[in-house]
């Protein structure tokens, strides 16, 4: 049995299984996206499977989400001015009981995203599987 003795490994080891398997599960939309009874090649799909932003294809834009969910337990995706997908650096997220949960001060690649951000207009995802993070380490423990 192969033993992973500590955390950052741990941490790699559900990197690499997540960022093979989780792209392909939520975003690889061969077909295209569906709209009414026709499935669609549009901006979204081009987006989501090619080139999500200048500088980045799809491949490294949706490791890098996975390593955001695996290291930091969430990540925030904004669409720019020029409707490119950004992964957030850094950000502060205020809840609200009965509204959006706006987000501000967000961070891409060191430069402050001017205003804020409300949860119907970004992308958040939060990884948060006890159970799956359990199983893991229990197969390398």
């Not at 294809?57 to 969910?69: G, N």
């Not at 995706?77 to 950004?86: A, F």
């Not at 967000?106 to 995802?125: A, P, T």
Request: charged share 25%; net charge neutral.
């Amino acid at each position: 049995m192969t033993v992973i003795p500590n955390i950052h490994h741990r941490n790699e080891w559900r990197l690499n299984l997540l960022s093979d398997l989780l792209p392909g599960l939520l975003f690889n939309l061969s077909s295209g996206l569906k709209k009414g009874n026709k499935y669609v090649k549009d901006k979204s799909y081009y987006k989501f499977n090619l080139k999500p932003n200048l500088n980045q294809t799809s491949a490294t834009f949706w490791y890098q989400v996975v390593s955001r969910l695996v290291y930091d337990g969430e990540c925030l995706i904004i669409k720019s001015r020029t409707d490119d997908l950004l992964i957030a650096e850094d950000f502060n997220k205020q809840e609200y009981a009965v509204k959006e949960d706006v987000f501000s001060n967000v961070y891409v690649k060191g430069l402050e995203l001017n205003g804020s951000f409300r949860r119907s207009e970004v992308l958040y995802f939060e990884y948060g599987n006890e159970e799956l993070s359990k199983l893991i380490d229990s197969l390398f423990l």
